[in-house]
């Protein structure tokens, strides 16, 4: 997966406001602002970013790894299982 895959399903979720759900079950909502995406928890409503490197890095383990593991991103990112349902979103597990 690209950045710009990312941010077009991040954009996707913003558009029709969606909420989406991490593994944990917690439910967010995504933004976007000057082209990095943010995660909005419901439980805060405030929204969260750790930046575009961030993502880019969380982008890289991802397509080495493909792990739906948040623990596995966690020295790259605080947002990983965000990321992560972001990404199942729209590429769900074969059933």
């Given at each position: 997966m690209t950045y710009s895959e990312l941010l077009a399903h991040a954009q996707t979720a913003k558009d029709q406001e969606l909420i989406l759900t991490t593994i944990k079950g917690k439910p967010f909502k995504v933004g976007i602002?000057?082209?990095?995406?943010?995660?909005?928890?419901?439980s805060t409503n405030h929204g969260r970013s750790d930046g575009r490197r961030a993502a880019e890095r969380f982008l890289k383990r991802f397509n080495e790894s493909s792990s739906h593991r948040p623990k596995d991103y966690q020295d790259v990112t605080v947002n990983s299982s965000y990321y992560i349902a972001l990404i199942l979103h729209f590429h769900p597990y074969p059933k």
């Open positions: 602002y000057r082209e990095v995406p943010f995660f909005i928890p419901l």
